[in-house]
């Protein structure tokens, strides 16, 4: 099973259906976004291709196969467009693997650490730094994909890969479809 991760959209329609063309490629059954879909937020610039509008079209037609949670940049108007109620986090299990999945904001990074190691979570994944990673903390790991439109510190526009065929390994991967981390667990 392959499951595609995608956060911060901030309302870039190209980058979007790039990041779906890729886990399309991958053959991803699912795919979870990790909040901030429509609006790009007073301290962000407008990222390229902004059209908020076509990108709820395209995320509602899409529906039946991504799992939401809300961002910090998610007003209910929004949402409303998504025609969704995303929850501030959720715990899915998937192949028998435990996951959080939170914006990162509400619950913040550390407290959704404590509800995932609660959980027995195997993996808390989360957005809202823009920044990617893959990291261990005691034996929880934690997880990152990046922003798909408005990436930090010199980092490319990146999305993240969950392969759970014969173990799990989390992948983070720039649309160029180079890998950039990659772990088993």
């Known amino acids: 099973m392959l499951i595609g991760l995608i956060s911060d959209t901030h309302g870039s329609l190209c980058n979007w259906e790039k990041a779906l063309k890729i886990f399309d490629e991958f053959g991803c059954e699912k795919i979870v ?3 901030d879909y429509l609006y790009h937020g007073p301290r962000n610039p407008l990222p390229e291709c902004y059209d908020p509008l076509k990108l709820a079209e ?16 998610d007003a209910d108007i929004d949402i409303d467009l998504l025609e969704t109620q995303p929850a501030s986090y959720l715990i899915e299990e998937f192949n028998g693997y435990r996951f959080l999945f ?13 509800i ?21 903390m005691n034996q929880l790991f934690v997880m990152n994909p990046g922003s798909v439109s408005l990436p930090k510190n010199d980092n490319p526009k990146t999305i993240g890969i969950i392969d759970i065929s014969e173990n799990l390994k989390l992948k983070v991967i720039d649309l160029e479809k180079h890998v950039l981390k990659e772990v088993s667990i």
């Open 33 to 35: 976004h990790l909040g």
């Open 58 to 73: 395209s995320i509602r037609s899409n529906k039946g196969k991504i799992y939401f949670v809300k961002g910090n940049c």
């Open 116 to 136: 995932a190691e609660r959980e027995k979570a195997v993996v808390m994944i989360h957005g809202h730094t823009h920044i990617y990673r893959i990291d261990k």
């Open 102 to 114: 939170t914006h990162g904001y509400d619950p913040d990074i550390q407290t959704a650490i404590k």
